[in-house]
């Protein structure tokens, strides 16, 4: 199975799972294509584990509607995972970053006073932007990479599950890119938050640039884990 190389990279970089184990249980959990009805969902646990990020700082509505504005785009794809009726985790992830983008660009426009209020009150979200805005997309293009690995985000109430989960989603996303044929995708990690920045490297991916508020990182889907 796929996840078994991702299993093995978190293995060897001491994290407290049974590689046999860990193995039988992800199999069990079954992850579902992101669909209109999830959105809502999704945008509360991002909010509630998030709050403290830039988006976080328009409200809980706001981020439902830049859900909706991701999804708005023919790129975007995604993966859920529900225990009984609860979501315990979701990745987001495009094939094409610019019309991703565009869409939720979209929703700023219309807020500009709004976020004009947020950046007096936290400049430092203001480099922030910059950065996600101009900087990012150079890397980008550099690296020659359209697909971009969007939002990921697993219930940590949940000791048990949210681990397994998260493993499950990377696995997801990496494989349907790879069943696109895509050979890359590329991400962007902010600082501030480590759990994050823990599973880029843990993950062993390549740090393609360092900037003041941001990592972003490269990850080849041609190349294994082990």
């Known amino acids: 199975m796929a996840h078994k190389n991702t299993v093995k990279v978190l293995m060897e970089n001491n994290t407290n799972f049974s590689t046999p184990r860990v193995s039988q249980l992800i199999n069990e959990i079954q992850i579902v294509p992101v669909q209109a009805s999830h959105i809502e969902d999704i945008a509360r646990l991002h909010f509630k584990l998030l709050s403290w990020s830039f988006n976080g700082q328009f409200g809980l509505e706001h981020m439902i509607e830049i859900y909706r504005a991701l999804f708005n785009s023919q790129y975007t794809f ?6 009984n009726t609860k979501l315990v985790g979701f990745v987001t992830a495009t094939t094409n970053y610019e019309d991703t983008r565009r869409h939720v660009v979209a929703v700023y426009k219309k807020k500009l ?10 400049p430092a979200y203001l480099l922030s932007i910059i950065e996600s805005k101009l900087i990012v997309p150079i890397v980008f293009r550099y690296f020659g990479v359209k697909s971009e690995w969007l939002t990921f985000v697993t219930d940590t109430s949940n000791i048990a599950l949210s681990p397994l989960v998260a493993l499950r989603m990377i696995d997801g996303v990496r494989d349907h890119f790879r069943d696109l044929g895509i050979k890359s ?6 600082k501030n938050n480590p759990r994050a920045i823990r599973m880029y490297n843990k993950l062993k991916w390549r740090l393609a640039a360092r900037l003041p508020i941001h990592n972003i990182y490269f990850y080849s889907t041609e190349k294994t884990h082990v």
């Open 185 to 190: 995708y590329m991400a962007q990690g902010v």
């Open 113 to 122: 006073f709004q976020t004009l209020k947020i950046l007096l009150r936290n």
């Open 78 to 83: 995604g993966y859920v995972y529900y225990n």
